[in-house]
Structure formats: C-alpha cells, structure tokens
C-alpha cells in the first residue's frame, strides 16, 4: 500500500489507476444526473435502486452470470415502475420506492442465501471495491458520462422546465412524461454504473451531497450542474487518494470528502 512519505507512488500501477478512473468518473456521472434528483426531490431514489440492483447483483451471482447486467435490469425494471405508478397509478414516490427497496433486499437476502457462495463477492458491490474496477468497466463509465453529457446539453432547456415546473414545461410543449422517464433510466444507469467502485451504500452520497453543496452557493440552474459536477470530481479524486494513501476504504472517504464540501458550502450561504 501507498505510504505517507510517497503519496503519488500509486501512479505507478495500473490497478490503481484504473481505480482511480473509476471512481472519478462515478463522482462524474452521479453528481451530474445528482443534479435532477435534488430538485425533484428525489433523493430517495439514489438509496432505493442501489439496492434493487444489489438485489438483481445477488440473483446474476445466484445463477452463476453476468452479475452487474442483472443489477441493471432489476434497477431499470424498478424504476419503469415506479415512474408509471407515479404518473398513471395512485402510489407516491415515497411509496412506491419504498415497498420496491423493502422487497429488493428481502430477495437479495434470499439469493445469496440460496446460492450459500459469492458472498465476498456480494460485499464488494454493496460497499464498493474500486481495485476490482477493470477497463471494460472504465469504458462503459466513459462511454455513459459523454452520453449523458451530450444528452444534458442537448436537452438542457427540457429539463430546466421539467424541474422547475411541469406546469409550464407542459404548457410549452415539453414531453414532461418521457423526460422524465429518460431522466430516471439514467440515473439508474449512472447508479449501476458507480456500484462498482464506490458500492451500493455509499453511491447515495455522490447523488445527494454535491448538488446539495452546489445549491447553498449558486444562482442557475447550469452553475448548479457545473460546481455539482465539480465537487463530485474533487470529492471522488480526493476520497479515493485519501483512501489509497492511509489505507482506509475508499466508499467512506468520499463520502466524508462530499459532506466537508456541503458543509462548508453550508457555513459560506449563512455567513455572507
């Protein structure tokens, strides 16, 4: 491991490298679809199908095959469904998460239980193994981050209505429907996606505090994407080099880097 006197001697292997990309680019993707989640307060969301897919991560490694591919459909399936309840169904939000993140890790328990194996395995997608981060897995995030990136330029006038008012987004002739829905299938893709580095537990943070931070301190909507996606890159470069370098796991020390950056961007919006 790194030591103290030597703190860029991780650049030197690739393993760490590519943990570092990984992380990165998931403080990348999640800070910026992070963006939407909070001003539709949405929070809740990022929690909720983190552990569905964790759910879908245990059946892919109790039938012995693509483990992550699973993740993603258990967590697209979830949330087609909780945006159909929301706007055909009677259901809220809150609820509709709620029963579906209740049943998830009740079948997560059943299919690792069945399987009796693959538990270490499990762990590592629920806390987060940045180490087992390979470049298939670097590309995939690279190659999601530009899609979601260009999406978000291309369609930044939409989504600004849809977040501040359906009403008015509806009015002008914004799909608020399919927004909304393309919105919600990419955080499950960017939540998935992040699962791997940062684990199921700790992907919550990235989604939440940096455009959290970023809204103590700005005053539009695109300085509020840029300075999220800002924090989400520092706190993830910095957590996974503190990780590295004191030999702590990487999932906490991001998380702590991210609710620094809130909580002095906090303290600033009070002061001044």
Same mark, same amino acid.
């Given at each position: 491991m790194?030591?103290?006197?030597?703190?860029?001697?991780?650049?030197?292997?690739?393993?760490?490298?590519?943990?570092?990309?990984?992380?990165?680019?998931?403080?990348?993707?999640?800070?910026?679809?992070?963006v939407y989640?909070?001003?539709?307060n949405?929070?809740?969301i990022?929690?909720?199908?983190a552990?569905?897919a964790?759910?879908?991560?245990?059946?892919?490694?109790l039938?012995?095959? @693509?483990?992550?591919?699973? &993740?993603?459909? %258990? !967590?697209?399936?979830?949330?087609? *469904?909780?945006? +159909? #309840?929301?706007?055909? $169904?009677?259901?809220? @939000?809150?609820?509709?998460? &709620?029963?579906? %993140? !209740?049943?998830?890790?009740?079948? *997560?328990?059943? +299919? #690792?239980?069945?399987? $009796?194996?693959?538990?270490?395995?499990?762990?590592?997608?629920?806390?987060?193994s940045?180490?087992?981060?390979?470049?298939s897995?670097?590309w995939i995030?690279?190659?999601?981050?530009?899609?979601?990136?260009?999406?978000?330029?291309?369609?930044?006038?939409?989504?600004?209505?849809?977040?501040?008012?359906?009403?008015?987004?509806?009015?002008?002739?914004?799909?608020?429907?399919?927004?909304?829905?393309?919105?919600?299938?990419?955080?499950t893709i960017?939540?998935?996606?992040?699962?791997?580095?940062?684990?199921?537990?700790?992907?919550?943070?990235?989604?939440?505090?940096?455009?959290?931070?970023?809204y103590?301190?700005?005053?539009?909507?695109?300085?509020m994407?840029?300075?999220?996606?800002?924090?989400?890159l520092?706190?993830?470069f910095?957590?996974?080099?503190?990780?590295?370098?004191?030999?702590?796991?990487?999932g906490?020390?991001?998380?702590?880097?991210?609710?620094?950056?809130?909580?002095?961007?906090?303290?600033?919006?009070r002061?001044?």
């Amino acid at each position: 491991m790194i030591s103290v006197e030597n703190p860029l001697e991780f650049f030197r292997y690739g393993v760490f490298i590519k943990a570092l990309i990984g992380s990165v680019l998931s403080g990348f993707l999640c800070s910026l679809v992070g963006v939407y989640v909070f001003l539709r307060n949405m929070s809740f969301i990022g929690a909720g199908l983190a552990h569905i897919a964790f759910a879908g991560i245990a059946f892919g490694l109790l039938i012995g095959n @693509f483990p992550l591919l699973w &993740g993603f459909i %258990f !967590a697209f399936m979830a949330s087609s *469904a909780i945006w +159909f #309840l929301n706007y055909k $169904g009677r259901l809220t @939000f809150d609820a509709t998460i &709620g029963v579906l %993140f !209740a049943t998830s890790m009740g079948l *997560a328990v059943l +299919f #690792l239980g069945i399987s $009796g194996k693959y538990r270490s395995e499990a762990l590592s997608y629920l806390f987060g193994s940045p180490l087992m981060v390979e470049s298939s897995d670097v590309w995939i995030l690279a190659l999601t981050a530009i899609v979601i990136t260009v999406l978000t330029v291309l369609f930044y006038k939409e989504l600004y209505l849809t977040v501040f008012s359906e009403e008015i987004a509806k009015a002008s002739g914004v799909p608020v429907e399919v927004i909304t829905f393309a919105a919600t299938s990419f955080i499950t893709i960017a939540v998935v996606g992040a699962m791997k580095a940062v684990g199921a537990l700790l992907v919550f943070s990235l989604l939440v505090m940096p455009p959290a931070a970023a809204y103590e301190i700005v005053n539009s909507f695109k300085e509020m994407i840029v300075l999220s996606v800002v924090f989400g890159l520092f706190s993830a470069f910095s957590g996974m080099f503190f990780s590295l370098m004191f030999n702590v796991p990487s999932g906490s020390t991001i998380t702590l880097v991210s609710f620094a950056i809130f909580l002095l961007s906090y303290i600033k919006r009070r002061r001044f």
